[in-house]
């Protein structure tokens, strides 16, 4: 059974800085695209950061420059170094897998419970 395991959120004052982690379980995630995705209160669910195999990123615009996914592949865990922070990024932040590169949907229906990222002054 896939899992995924979120952590490192938390309350920053804009401009401040977090890392987020998320542990995957439950498959060989090292050959998978890997995703955040951010679901702010009242809106849906939306992809901000993807990794693939190789080390292709790509990344919303509003966080490009900001935002750094990165992975550890030994250990199925995915990084989300967030700096700048801005009101606006505050949500859930979810890790997930992509079936390939080119996705915005997750591969897996499956979520974990999130961590809650809060930027307020």
């Known amino acids: 059974q896939v899992q995924f395991v979120e952590s490192g959120g938390g309350l920053v004052q804009p401009g401040g800085s977090l890392r987020l982690s998320c542990a995957a379980s439950g498959s060989d995630f090292s050959s998978r695209t890997m995703a955040w995705y951010r679901q702010a209160s009242g809106k849906q669910r939306e992809l901000v950061a993807k990794?693939?195999?190789?080390?292709?990123?790509r990344y919303k615009d509003d966080v490009k420059g900001r935002f750094t996914i990165s992975r550890e592949y030994g250990k199925n865990t995915v990084f989300l170094q967030m700096t700048s922070l801005k009101s606006e990024d505050t949500g859930v932040y979810y890790c997930?897998?992509?079936?390939?590169?080119?996705?915005?949907?997750?591969?897996?229906?499956?979520w974990g419970q999130g961590s809650q990222v809060t930027v307020s002054s």
């Open positions: 990794m693939s195999s190789g080390g292709r990123t």
């Open positions: 997930n897998a992509l079936t390939s590169f080119i996705d915005v949907m997750p591969r897996y229906d499956y």
